[in-house]
Nanobody, 116 residues
Framework: QVRLVESGGGLAQPGGSLRLSCEVP????????LGWYRQAPGKEREWVAS???????NYADSVKDRFTISRDKAKNTVNLQMNGLKPEDTGVYYC??????????WGQGTQVTVSS
């Protein structure tokens, strides 16, 4: 079974930046859509951003104009550049891949904490 592995989480101050990366073995052939979700303490997991195999990106309103999702086909990674971080961006960030049959594959998550 394919494993997605996130990295790059940590602590940032409000207004700061972090870059998350997710290793996606066989990215081009296995997944039609790759995305990032997050889950804050006591809340449900929510969609943050996604990018299709045709490089079409979409964002949740809460992160639009601050976050950028991208794919690196040479490295088989999907990345999330997070700028202008806010305390409400705090949570565990999960990488997700959707295959041709609609199957979902998840990473184990990486913690992002935004605090002064």
């Amino acid at each position: 079974q394919v494993r997605l592995v996130e990295s790059g989480g940590g602590l940032a101050q409000p207004g700061g930046s972090l870059r998350l990366s997710c290793e996606v073995p066989g990215m081009v052939s296995r997944f039609n859509v790759l995305g990032w979700y997050r889950q804050a303490p006591g809340k449900e997991r929510e969609w943050v951003a996604s990018i299709t195999e045709h490089e079409l990106a979409n964002y949740a309103d809460s992160v639009k104009d601050r976050f950028t999702i991208s794919r690196d086909k040479a490295k088989n990674t999907v990345n999330l550049q997070m700028n202008g971080l806010k305390p409400e961006d705090t949570g565990v960030y999960y990488c997700n891949g959707v295959g041709p049959r609609g199957t979902n594959t998840w990473g184990q998550g990486t913690q992002v904490t935004v605090s002064s």
